[in-house]
């Protein structure tokens, strides 16, 4: 199965940019990069996914490379509340004839005052 | 609406003990699944059922686990007996499978979990 590797963790200021970066370098062509998050307690949230193209959305942005084989989430302007593990997630194609996602080790990110 | 629920939010039992864990999916979501993070690693798949019907069952540890989803609303996951290394966060999620432009889009909706802790 594609494995993804992330940082274990990474600090932020308040109000800038938060660029986590995943590795997922075994990934294969019809393999989607999804993004979750979890905050402390709670379970993971889902944030942004994408195959091939950029994709933006009201949280998140998600940058793949053209090679596919690494992918950037920027939060654009980190608030306190972002402060989580960051998940990248490859969804694969299961023998079974199904979709399921392997996680990454997920990088735990502090958003600074 | 509602989302996935899980109960316990903790339990704690002794080695050999038995322990079920109950999951409520989102009302109408034909997915679900188990999933489960023990300390240090990774969050890991371990089944998939489509309504009552185990889809995928290839991240089950061993036949201690067993899993059920009668009617195809909530979710039983029963550890019997418990071991040490079964000592972990167990999450539930549930998603409905859309079929969409790029592809088959299944967001899926994660509960808070159950933390098991065998002693």
């Known amino acids: 199965d594609a494995k993804t590797t992330q940082p274990t963790s990474m600090d932020c200021a308040e109000g800038r940019a938060a660029n986590l970066p995943c590795n997922h370098s075994?990934?294969?062509?019809?393999?989607?990069v999804y993004w979750y998050r979890q905050i402390h307690s709670q379970g993971p949230q889902y944030i942004i996914h994408g195959l091939k193209n950029n994709e933006t959305n009201e949280m998140a942005s998600l940058i793949i490379t053209e090679d596919r084989k690494s992918s950037t989430l920027i939060l654009p302007h980190a608030t306190l509340r972002d402060t989580a593990v960051y998940y990248c997630?490859?969804?694969?194609?299961?023998?079974?004839?199904?979709?399921?996602?392997?996680f990454g080790t997920g990088t735990r990110l502090k958003v600074l005052a | 609406e509602a989302g996935v629920t899980q109960f316990p939010s903790h339990s704690v039992i002794e080695k050999g003990q038995t322990v079920t864990l109950r999951c409520d999916p989102i009302s109408g979501h034909d997915n679900l699944y188990w999933y489960r993070r023990v300390m240090g690693k990774e969050i890991k798949f371990l089944l998939h059922?489509?309504?009552?019907?185990?889809?995928?069952e290839s991240g089950m540890p061993n036949n201690r686990f067993l899993a059920e989803r009668t009617g195809g609303t909530y979710s039983t996951l029963k550890v019997q007996p418990a071991e040490l290394e079964d000592s972990g966060v167990y999450f539930c999620a549930s998603s409905v499978r859309l079929s969409l432009g790029q592809g088959i889009y299944d967001e899926q909706y994660f509960g808070p979990g159950t933390r098991l802790t065998v002693t």
């Open positions: 997630i490859v969804r694969v194609w299961a023998a079974s004839g199904t979709y399921k996602y392997i």
């Open positions: 059922f489509v309504k009552e019907s185990k889809q995928d």
């Open positions: 075994t990934i294969s062509g019809n393999e989607y």
